[in-house]
T-cell receptor, first 111, second 116 residues
Framework: KQEVTQIPAALSVPEGENLVLNCSFT??????LQWFRQDPGKGLTSLLL?????REQTSGRLNASLDKSSGRSTLYIAASQPGDSATYLC??????????FGTGTRLLVSP | NAGVMQNPRHLVRRRGQEARLRCSPM?????VYWYRQLPEEGLKFMVY????????ESGMPKERFSAEFPKEGPSILRIQQVVRGDSAAYFC??????????????FGPGTRLTVL
């Protein structure tokens, strides 16, 4: 059974810091891995999707890496801003169907 | 091109009532997924449907929950005789036809169900 773990559960940093969020999964047989952002009381915004054949994806200040063999992914946020404050969710796709989500990292960036 | 639509956004029910949650997928999408997010927990898969077919309902509670995706109209998640433990955010996602590993799921804003 695929399980996804995210560390840390919560993170508080001052504005401007670079930070890394971690995601690990127990079964390396995945099609892709996706990072989402969720604001309080809101839906999910897809940030980056990494296919199983890829090693990383970049979008603006965000960079996500994937090491499928070790079951790990990291989301790197450069020069953090207060607007980055949200919960970040990692999800893997073990088949054509469902996504399996981690419990998220709650990020607070202080001005 | 409108995204995934869900309604209502907020739903309040008393114990024992029925809750109906609706999801309209993105235009051209024929696959629908429902996920539930309990307070302080991650999203959990419930069911995967294609038009008129339930493909995978391995995450659905065995009783009181049902889902459909008719040929015409939105997908419906139905919860009968709701209990307080059903209070959660219910998210719908859709993806294009086909089973390509590159198909991405796009999420709606969710319906927040509160059971009094």
């Amino acid at each position: 059974k695929q399980e996804v773990t995210q560390i840390p559960a919560a993170l508080s940093v001052p504005e401007g810091e670079n930070l890394v969020l971690n995601c690990s999964f127990t079964d390396s047989a995945i099609y892709n891995l996706q990072w989402f952002r969720q604001d309080p009381g809101k839906g999910l915004t897809s940030l980056l999707l990494i296919q199983s054949s890829q090693r990383e994806q970049t979008s603006g200040r965000l960079n996500a890496s994937l090491d499928k063999s070790s079951g790990r992914s990291t989301l790197y946020i450069a020069a953090s801003q207060p607007g980055d404050s949200a919960t970040y969710l990692c999800a893997v796709r073990p088949g054509f169907q469902k996504l399996v989500f981690g419990t998220g990292t709650r990020l607070l960036v202080s001005p | 091109n409108a995204g995934v639509m869900q309604n209502p956004r907020h739903l309040v029910r008393r114990r024992g009532q029925e809750a109906r949650l609706r999801c309209s997928p993105m235009k051209g999408h024929s696959h629908v997924y429902w996920y539930r997010q309990l307070p302080e927990e991650g999203l959990k898969f419930m069911v995967y449907l294609q038009k008129e077919n339930i493909i995978d309902e391995s995450g659905m509670p065995k009783e009181r929950f049902s889902a459909e995706f008719p040929k015409e109209g939105p997908s419906i998640l139905r919860i009968q005789q709701v209990v307080r433990g059903d209070s959660a955010a219910y998210f719908c996602a859709s993806s294009p036809p086909g089973t390509s590993e590159y198909n991405e799921q796009f999420f709606g804003p969710g319906t927040r169900l509160t059971v009094l």
